[in-house]
Nanobody
Framework: EVPLAASGGGSVQAGGSLNLSCVAS??????????MGWFREAPGKEREGVAS???????IYAETVKGRFTISRDNDKNILYLQMNSLNPEDTAMYYC????????????????????WGKGILVTISS
């Protein structure tokens, strides 16, 4: 099991920003074609992929967040980030960080079923 510890959630007004972090203890990302990503689950909706980054650095975003969210990773510190700008109420959800076990094609990296390891969700609430 790989512990993934996410932080940075909270409540902001529409138009605001939040930066989520996820510490991946003991997870080797580089050189193995693995992917890490952010997913979210809004009340009454299925979990969906938001953004993923795949070794060595390919990124993929959901259409709904393109141009507003940026995923990045600090390989030295083993931390995954999600910078979220221009937030709107539709972004309100529980956010989860996740990681794959093995090599994954980046095109598939927004599918929740692809991810092996999951952190606990953190709540992001955007008010209008």
């Amino acid at each position: 099991e790989v512990p993934l510890a996410a932080s940075g959630g909270g409540s902001v007004q529409a138009g605001g920003s939040l930066n989520l972090s996820c510490v991946a203890s003991g997870y080797t990302y580089s050189g193995r074609g693995r992917c890490m990503g952010w997913f979210r689950e809004a009340p009454g909706k299925e979990r969906e992929g938001v953004a993923s980054i795949c070794d060595p650095g390919t990124t993929i975003y959901a259409e709904t967040v393109k141009g507003r969210f940026t995923i990045s990773r600090d390989n030295d510190k083993n931390i995954l980030y999600l910078q979220m700008n221009s937030l709107n109420p539709e972004d309100t959800a529980m956010y989860y960080c996740a990681a794959t076990l093995g090599r994954v094609l980046s095109d598939a990296a927004l599918r929740p079923t692809i991810m092996k390891y999951w952190g606990k969700g953190i709540l992001v609430t955007i008010s209008s």
